[in-house]
Nanobody, 117 residues
Framework: QVQLVESGGGLVQPGGSLRLSCTAS????????MGWYRQPPGKQRELVAT???????NYADSVKARFTISRDTAKNTVYLQMNSLKPEDTAVYYC???????????WGQGIQVTVSS
């Protein structure tokens, strides 16, 4: 069973920055893709950013130019650097990993990010 452990969330003022980390229990190159999703209060879960095993990235329009997804393969960790945060970025953020072939999903437990003054 794959474990994905998120860290780095919290409360930040508008315009501030946070960096989320997601550490996997196995080599992240063994996944087709990894990414971050979020679920704002009262809304459905939505894609934030993904990175494939080959390094291709994809972002939701709402976070382009503000958020950056990256990885450290030696640490089996994927990061989400979030800059210029807005109140509408408030959500529970989830780490996701997708298997090659089956495209089976794994999810982290979720971590709260609150943007408020």
């Amino acid at each position: 069973q794959v474990q994905l452990v998120e860290s780095g969330g919290g409360l930040v003022q508008p315009g501030g920055s946070l960096r989320l980390s997601c550490t996997a229990s196995r080599n992240i190159f063994s996944f087709y893709a990894m990414g971050w999703y979020r679920q704002p209060p009262g809304k459905q879960r939505e894609l934030v950013a993904t990175i494939t095993s080959s390094g291709n990235t994809n972002y939701a329009d709402s976070v382009k130019a503000r958020f950056t997804i990256s990885r450290d393969t030696a640490k089996n960790t994927v990061y989400l650097q979030m800059n210029s945060l807005k109140p509408e970025d408030t959500a529970v953020y989830y780490c996701n990993a997708v298997e090659f072939g089956t495209r089976h999903d794994y999810w982290g437990q979720g971590i709260q990010v609150t943007v408020s003054s």
